[in-house]
């Protein structure tokens, strides 16, 4: 989903003189044989205990011995006044021995009005968010059972929406936006991505006036005769509760051609709003390279044998099975949401711990199609703004607050960090190796049409590049925060034993991990050539010894790009006095940068105070070096006003006044 948030070791070598590859080379490989990729840096054991509490909150109390295998949702949205009403079929079977008292996910805005269970009418008790039912016998391990369950109401609108009555220029739109918890709001279900049903058949009868998208293919639109239309939509591969949609009003409809072989097309459904027919017909189009270029790298569409369409509606992008539905038309958002029918439709976050794996996934997805279709600059432009809102990411990826959606699907940890690990990633194991992984996952016969946990990622990579992956996991995926690193250089002239250190220390501002095992890109320049090395870093502070016949003339840490963190060279002045730098930008809404100079070794603390002198957030509250530091501070939960920042070491205080303004 997109949302509004407005959602082989190698040392490259470019010479002029060909000699510094045979004093290089075999260095890098001493490098990389001393390293040790077993350590690993976890979190601590009151983290654990702080996330595994927020995982326990309960987003489904359905019964877990039930394995859906099929939903028919045949709903009659009504209006003046707006009521849906519906019945809704719901087919398993049985996981365990003498199960008899069944509970499915419903809201309380919803009445249930009877249950019917292989023919007989059985007894029902509703809850605030669920209703049980008595089955009409004991039901033993792979027995099967059917029910059809009546119900009505106005559905109320939580998370992202679920569902809404709500119009444009006058005319009625309804649509749905059910991730995460939000299926409950508006139909009986299972409400948990775990849960795949075999197929689904989604059925509605509204004005007649109206068009309808949903899932699958639509086999029948049947004229009722009375000012009412009946639309049959057919779904015939595994889907989750939560990618169900509807979307309906007067439509414009169009479609284009994603043409898979020579002999084989498949139809790109669109419906817009007939206000904004003129920039749809400009932009959606691009979704036919779009399918094209994620097929070649992910694999073949996976609902090839359906459709892919959008059907728009307010907000951002939702990623519902086969029709997106859309706000913006803007190349990066449509790129993102196709990108989800291979990770998140096709394979699904087993639970929304694992979210990463759906929105990390998409939102580097649109960077790879930027790559392939304008080239490497493009991707540059793209993922670079990624990698600085993720140093503000707060919070374990792997292990986010599922009780709270808007944090939850936070764009800083979820999206952008989410992104930024797997490039990352890609540059840890080297491009061609990358994305074979990449379409390995996609293509691993126990994850498609299936779901996915961040181990089961992680075992096909392994699997792929025949490497231990634990470090890096671990430490951006279970870990905290991002490094700072501290690069110092200088060089020793002693003829052919000729010399060149380099010292790295890193900042984490966590014991969890305390550093990052990474290794590093180190551009070194001498104005007649350049040469990049590779070094192994696995420890707070290390030092490495290369032998290098001419005086550099810079040294540069990641000059691509590839690493999340920030770089300070030790080689630079270092400042002279504590300075705390007026925010940027000010007024600011939402997020701001916060620079500060530290001219020795001192305790920090940075702090934002509200005009009553309140701490609203802390910053940093650490011991750190002499050096430039910078903060990305993102203001959730605050109203408008005045707020202060202060910046304390020692007996040295400094502040400024900072303006908020939503």
């Not at 509703?126 to 119900?151: A, M, N």
């Not at 609203?616 to 006003?641: C, F, K, M």
Request: glycine share 6%.
């Amino acid at each position: 989903m997109s949302t509004t948030i407005v959602k082989t070791l190698f040392c490259v070598t470019r010479p002029h003189h060909s000699s510094i590859v045979t004093h290089l080379f075999p260095f890098v490989i001493v490098v990389f044989l001393h390293t040790a990729f077993s350590q690993s840096h976890y979190i601590s054991e009151y983290e654990k205990i702080i996330f595994s509490n927020r995982q326990s909150a309960v987003n489904t109390l359905s019964s877990s011995w039930f394995d859906v295998t099929y939903y028919k949702l045949d709903l009659n949205i009504s209006l003046q006044p707006n009521i849906l009403r519906g019945c809704i079929t719901i087919s398993g079977k049985c996981l365990l021995q003498n199960a008899q008292v069944l509970t499915l996910d419903i809201s309380n805005a919803l009445r249930v009005d009877s249950v019917i269970v292989n023919g007989v009418s059985v007894l029902v008790v509703q809850q605030s968010s669920s209703f049980g039912v008595t089955l009409d016998h004991q039901y033993q391990q792979g027995e099967k059972l059917s029910l059809d369950i009546y119900y009505q109401g106005t559905p109320a609108a939580t998370g992202f929406g679920s569902f809404a009555f709500n119009e444009h220029n006058g005319v009625p739109w309804i649509y749905t936006l059910s991730e995460p918890y939000g299926a409950r709001d508006w139909w009986p279900c299972k409400n948990t991505p775990s849960d795949k049903a075999d197929s689904a058949d989604i059925i509605v009868t509204c004005d007649s006036t109206f068009k309808v998208g949903s899932q699958g293919i639509l086999v029948s639109v049947v004229n009722n005769g009375n000012g009412t239309s009946t639309h049959h939509w057919k779904e015939r591969y595994p889907i989750s509760s939560y990618l169900i949609s509807v979307a309906m009003t007067n439509y414009f409809q169009f479609s284009n051609w994603f043409r898979y072989s020579p002999t084989d097309s498949m139809e790109i459904l669109n419906y817009v709003l007939p206000e904004h027919q003129a920039s749809a017909l400009q932009s959606l189009p691009k979704t036919v390279d779009m399918l094209s270029i994620f097929s070649n790298i992910f694999g073949q569409y996976p609902f090839i044998k359906e459709k892919y369409g959008h059907a728009e509606f307010p907000g951002g992008g939702m990623e519902h099975q086969t029709m997106t539905s859309l706000g913006r038309f803007d190349e990066d958002i449509v790129a993102h949401e196709l990108a989800h029918q291979w990770f998140g439709d096709m394979i699904t976050c087993r639970s929304w711990s694992d979210l990463w794996l759906n929105e990390g996934f998409a939102e580097y997805s649109a960077g790879l199609y930027f790559e392939k279709k304008y080239g490497i600059g493009s991707y540059r432009n793209y993922m670079n703004p990624l990698l600085q809102i993720a140093q503000s990411a707060k919070g374990i990826l792997g292990l986010p607050d599922t009780t709270n959606v808007s944090l939850l699907f936070n764009f800083s940890l979820m999206y952008a960090k989410g992104a930024s690990v797997l490039h990352m990633l890609r540059h840890v194991m080297g491009d061609s190796v990358f994305f074979k992984a990449i379409h390995a996952y996609a293509n691993d016969p126990s994850l498609q049409y299936s779901t996915a946990v961040t181990k089961d990622f992680q075992n096909v990579c392994e699997s792929v590049s025949n490497t231990n992956l634990d470090y890096f996991f671990q430490e951006w995926v279970y870990g905290m925060n991002s490094p700072t690193y501290v690069l110092t250089w200088d060089w020793r002239s002693a003829g052919d034993s000729s010399e060149l250190t380099i010292d790295v220390k890193q900042q984490t501002g966590r014991t969890s991990p305390s550093y990052f095992t990474m290794p590093l890109d180190v551009h070194i320049s001498t104005g007649g050539w350049d040469t990049t090395v590779i070094l192994f870093n696995n420890a707070q502070e290390q030092t490495f010894r290369i032998p290098f016949r001419t005086h550099p003339l810079s040294v540069t840490l990641d000059p691509g790009g590839w690493i999340l963190c920030r770089v300070i060279s030790g080689n630079d002045v270092l400042p002279s006095e504590f300075v705390l730098e007026q925010n940027y930008p000010n007024p600011f809404n939402n997020a701001t940068s916060i620079q500060y100079k530290v001219p020795r070794r001192e305790h920090v603390s940075l702090k934002i105070y509200d005009v009553l002198g309140r701490i609203v957030s802390t910053l940093v509250d650490i011991r750190q070096d002499p050096g430039y530091y910078e903060y990305h501070w993102t203001a959730e939960n605050l109203s408008s006003g005045i707020y202060f920042c202060r910046l304390k070491a020692g007996d040295v205080l400094r502040e400024r006044k900072m303006v908020l303004l939503r």
